[in-house]
């Protein structure tokens, strides 16, 4: 039978997205939108959940995450949804799909390898292009699609890290403008990544300038989250100042014990600033630890070849093959004693010491299957053998089933992001879904945050450790990031609002994904609703590609 409204949530606790405690009552969805909230709500409707002891918050904003492409392998993005994601701003850290001639392709690590079976033909040219194939295929939640600094200058220079001409500026600050003037609704840069790490502040201000012309935020992975984090984060909120854009830091932490502290007072500054009038925002991933590519980057020696943004199985393979040699492990094992980091993570400037106590092992083959769960340090200890040659010994007798990530921030740093009000949460993943995962995913192996980022905040630090309120985590999750990128008419629930909803059990609401086995839904999230329709229930992706891609124009329509 079909009522007066599509749907109709009676009875929850509505956190409205604002930072106001709970209240009860009901709310009504009808044509994509919120149709009322209030107190019993006397209406039939085509479907009426019994929420009594539910909360309902608007649907969560990832503030920072790499969908662009994995939506065209995946549309429902099922990792997202089912933490109640229901909008991710993507093309971040200077990476977009467009603009995309031949020769910037390669320029993005969350690309394709165009050889792979499952990646569309890449068919468009320009942002347009990008966003009417996007449309073309509908997707599980809303997308907010930045222009990538790094993307748009490697259509100038290719992979030639260097400063600009004069004539390259002007080619790149006009390919800016085309694409903001298409509809990309703000600009991100990542000048830790080339070929933009020749580009200075000057470059970066002139870009920013355009993006003033046309209003939208300017979202900065920052020159250095290590050891020069802090004037990285100056260089940004100059720049920003300069040009006179808002600025949204992105997944602000300081990796390397010898940086912590590094992140507070990266905090206090913005606080500062802040209080002088500018307007800077900051995102932050709530895990302690990077990503799982990280060991091979920065343990293996540049002579295996390894590229951190290729599948890690593929690698492994060959890199194990080439270990079976006379000798070839006992060379390895020797190498990581005596230079236990790689230029690369010298550039980091993480400490031989920090590396072996702070890379866990995740996963391994039969030879290191009691190992699972220890820094590496600890578990060559138990084997008596170093660290260095516990590694290549695991390497070589099953590379492909070994994992190890990093933890490398400070639990401090964090309390301050999450003390500060105007910091939201981001995941930086690739919406994933639970058959696409297994060992890797665009190169990219899983980590918890795929699955757990949001229900993480929800139950640890709100639920058992009281650093934030739940409804102060709400609107971190919700109104703060649709304030910060223009999404009028989300990010709140009120009547005329877009009903994107999420329905969740706050007493037992949590991420279920583990280092070790990442890949879960998470605990307590009943139903997601994106544009009025339900995507996910009863832990399971219903098959709606309900989201839109919000480009400019429809950022508040
Ligand atoms: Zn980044």
Redesign the pocket.
């Known amino acids: 039978m079909l009522g007066t409204y599509d749907v109709l949530i009676a009875g929850a606790t509505v956190y409205d997205g604002t930072g106001a405690p709970g209240r009860k009552a009901d709310v009504a969805v009808k044509g994509g939108r919120i149709a009322e909230v209030g107190q019993n709500i006397q209406a039939t409707a085509a479907r009426r959940i019994d929420a009594a002891n539910l909360a309902v918050s608007p649907g969560f904003i990832d503030a920072h995450a790499h969908s662009e492409f994995g939506l065209f392998i995946n549309p429902p993005g099922e990792s997202q949804v089912g933490q109640g994601i229901t909008t991710e701003i993507a093309g971040?850290?200077g990476f977009s799909p467009f603009p995309l001639s031949s020769r910037a392709c390669r320029h993005s690590f969350f690309w394709p390898d165009p050889r792979r079976p499952e990646w569309p033909e890449l068919d468009w040219q320009d942002a347009a292009g990008y966003f009417k194939r996007a449309r073309s295929r509908g997707m599980g939640m809303n997308l907010v699609p930045f222009l990538g600094h790094l993307s748009a200058r490697a259509e100038v220079v290719g992979d030639e890290d260097r400063p600009l001409l004069p004539a390259e500026l002007r080619r790149l600050l006009q390919i800016i403008d085309d694409a903001l003037a298409q509809g990309a609704p703000g600009l991100s840069s990542?000048v830790a990544y080339k070929p933009s790490t020749a580009a200075d502040a000057a470059e970066l201000t002139d870009c920013c300038r355009v993006l003033s012309r046309h209003g939208g935020v300017y979202a900065a992975?920052v020159r250095s989250y290590e050891a020069g984090a802090l004037a990285a984060v100056k260089e940004a909120v100059e720049v920003a100042a300069a040009a006179g854009v808002p600025l949204q830091v992105?997944?602000l932490s300081v990796a390397g014990r010898a940086n912590w502290g590094q992140g507070a007072a990266a905090f206090e500054y913005i606080a500062a600033e802040r209080r002088r009038g500018r307007r800077i925002t900051a995102d932050v991933i709530p895990y302690p630890t990077q990503g799982l590519w990280w060991g091979p980057r920065i343990v293996l020696p540049s002579r295996f070849k390894y590229d951190w943004r290729q599948a890690w199985g593929p690698q492994a393979r060959r890199i194990q093959g080439e270990l079976q040699a006379a000798g070839a492990v006992e060379r390895l094992a020797r190498e990581l004693e005596a230079h236990p980091l790689t230029d690369e993570a010298a550039e980091l400037k993480l400490r031989p010491e920090d590396l072996w106590a702070g890379l866990h092992i995740v996963s391994a083959g039969a030879a290191g299957a009691d190992l699972v769960g220890l820094p590496l340090e600890e578990a060559a200890a138990r084997r008596g053998v170093t660290p260095g040659r516990l590694w290549a010994t695991l390497l070589a007798a099953d590379g492909e089933a070994m994992g190890t990530v990093l933890f490398s921030t400070d639990e401090a740093d964090f309390q301050a992001a999450a003390r500060d009000p105007g910091t939201a949460f981001c995941t930086?993943t690739i919406a994933t879904s639970p058959d696409l995962v297994g060992a890797s995913f665009c190169g990219i192996q899983s980590h918890p945050r795929h699955w757990g980022t949001f229900p993480r905040v929800l139950g640890l630090y709100v639920r058992e450790q009281g650093i934030l309120t739940l409804a102060e985590a709400i609107r971190r999750m919700t109104a703060l990031p649709a304030a910060t990128f223009g999404l009028t008419g989300r990010g709140v629930v009120r009547a005329g609002c877009w009903a994107d909803l999420v329905v969740f059990d706050p007493l037992r609401v949590g991420e279920r994904g583990t280092y070790t086995s990442a890949v879960a839904y998470p605990a307590g999230i009943e139903m997601v609703l994106v544009n009025g329709r339900i995507a996910y229930e009863a832990g399971r992706f219903t098959g709606e590609l309900a989201g839109r891609l919000l480009t400019r124009d429809e950022l508040s329509a």
Do not use: A, L, P
Request: net charge negative.
């Open positions: 971040q850290c990542g992975h992105s997944h930086d």
